[in-house]
């Protein structure tokens, strides 16, 4: 592909040569960015899926309360028993080519918008497009984790693709498309506005004969999650009814802080900075009102989940992430169709500037960014698990959820959280406790010091107060 009008050599890469750079900097983030971004990303993919294999893991007061569904766990932990057949034990190894596969699976989007410039004859907003998949940080950073926000973003983008392009009377792209609406919802709840969305399209366009289609493809999805509910929690769509019993009818989520209005319109320049943010904002309004034709039905999929993820009062940055390629895909298209009115020098102009605004974003975002997040936690609980000495290890002053868990330490061997309250020192001796980490005062510490025994730093990085305790 070419686009003289664009300028710059390399915005004017094939879409081979966009997707082999991609690969290469998927494979070196994959590879580089261990930890996790929130605790959701490890405890409720990897930990669990961990537990399904070994039948040891820290349950976080989600599974506790019973508002999430195994499925994705169970598929990772086939993930886990496929990477030690072949030889691979070690939990960092597992993280990394979960990573890499994670990584792999969102250049798919590649394609989808290259077909998707084609056939509304804008193969430059896919140019545009591509630039910003290589560039920004969120498209390489975030689509590596196994966040479950993280992995539907390309099969998002799959089914607005999908159902803006769905002919009337096509049964079987219609029941393609419910069992992938299906599918997001299994993944993760929420993701069932996005069927909504769809659902609406189709009754806008007067597409009642893929309508009965369509949802007998999320039907089969529901049966699958009744049955594995059936299996895990004992009764049909327990997960399902607990999750919106904790978040809608009894407002669980707010205990963890409400948010102003704003949020999500702010949350846009933390992913892609100020100036991007709010160029964006103009162009996908630009987009909405100047060429309807090419935006609106992707608007319409994506309203109710913006509609109802801004009503509810807890909110977090990495709820938006589904939608974050399909808004830049917006952007693109109201950027190229804005620019198409300059004339040729004016037009030169705003792609140099686009050009140079992006990219400045593109190394901020880069060096600014935390590559490692958390990663300090998962290190720690892998290295003391290939320690030895260790015999079980006790944490103080955080939760496990903010540790490797079970996942990380890898270890038949206790695993605990210690409050000042609850410690007791007999219990410690009893579980063959003998390593503590400690982040607040060292409390019990001085609990050994006071009967004689000896506790001596074990962290070699000093980063943290690591102790291990001779008895």
Not at 6 to 14: A, C, H, Q, T, V
Not at 138 to 148: G, K
Not at 448 to 465: A, M, T
């Amino acid at each position: 592909m070419q686009f003289r009008r664009d300028g710059f050599r390399i915005m004017n890469l094939g879409k081979f040569s966009w997707i082999f750079l991609a690969l290469v900097i998927q494979v070196v983030t994959a590879f580089y960015s261990n930890g996790y971004n929130h605790p959701d990303e490890h405890f409720q993919v990897l930990e669990p899926a961990y537990g399904i294999v070994f039948d040891d893991w820290v349950a976080s007061w989600e599974w506790e309360r019973g508002i999430r569904s195994y499925i994705l766990p169970v598929v990772f932990s086939w993930g886990i028993r496929v990477f030690k057949a072949i030889g691979f034990d070690d939990p960092s190894m597992w993280s990394f080519f979960f990573r890499l596969i994670l990584g792999i699976q969102f250049l798919s989007v590649f394609f989808i918008f290259d077909r998707w410039g084609k056939k509304i004859q804008n193969p430059s907003a896919s140019l545009w497009m591509f630039y910003f998949l290589i560039g920004n940080w969120v498209f390489h950073y975030f689509t590596v984790r196994t966040l479950t926000g993280s992995i539907v973003m390309p099969w998002v983008v799959l089914g607005s693709y999908l159902s803006v392009f769905l002919e009337n009377k096509n049964p079987k792209k219609a029941f393609f498309l419910g069992l992938l609406c299906g599918g997001l919802f299994l993944i993760r709840f929420q993701m069932a506005l996005f069927g909504v969305g769809f659902f609406i399209l189709m009754l806008i366009k007067k597409q009642y004969r893929n309508l009965l289609p369509f949802c007998l493809g999320v039907s089969l999805c529901l049966v699958l999650l009744g049955a594995v509910d059936v299996m895990t929690w004992g009764t049909p769509f327990h997960s399902m009814i607990e999750y919106f019993k904790f978040n809608i009818l009894e407002k669980g989520a707010s205990q963890f802080g409400e948010d102003p209005w704003h949020r999500y319109i702010t949350a846009l320049s933390r992913f892609f900075t100020a100036p991007i943010a709010v160029l964006s904002i103009i162009f996908v309004f630009y987009a909405g009102f100047k060429k309807r034709k090419e935006s609106l039905s992707i608007i319409i999929g994506m309203l109710p989940f913006l509609i109802i993820h801004h009503l509810i009062a807890h909110k977090e940055d990495r709820f938006l992430l589904p939608v974050l390629p399909l808004w830049i895909w917006l952007a693109c298209i109201g950027w190229t169709g804005w620019k198409k009115t300059l004339s040729e020098k004016k037009e030169r102009v705003a792609v140099v500037f686009g050009i140079g605004l992006c990219g400045i974003s593109f190394l901020y975002g880069a060096f600014h960014h935390q590559w490692k997040w958390q990663g300090d936690f998962s290190d720690l609980y892998r290295w003391l698990g290939t320690d030895d000495r260790v015999t079980g290890v006790a944490q103080t002053g955080k939760t496990l959820t903010y540790g490797g868990g079970n996942y990380y330490f890898h270890k038949r061997a206790p695993l605990v959280y210690l409050e000042k309250e609850d410690f007791d020192f007999k219990s410690v001796i009893d579980q063959k406790i003998n390593t503590f980490i400690i982040y607040d005062d060292s409390w019990v510490i001085s609990k050994f010091k006071e009967k004689g025994i000896s506790c001596n730093l074990l962290d070699p990085k000093k980063s943290r107060q690591v102790y291990l305790c001779d008895y």
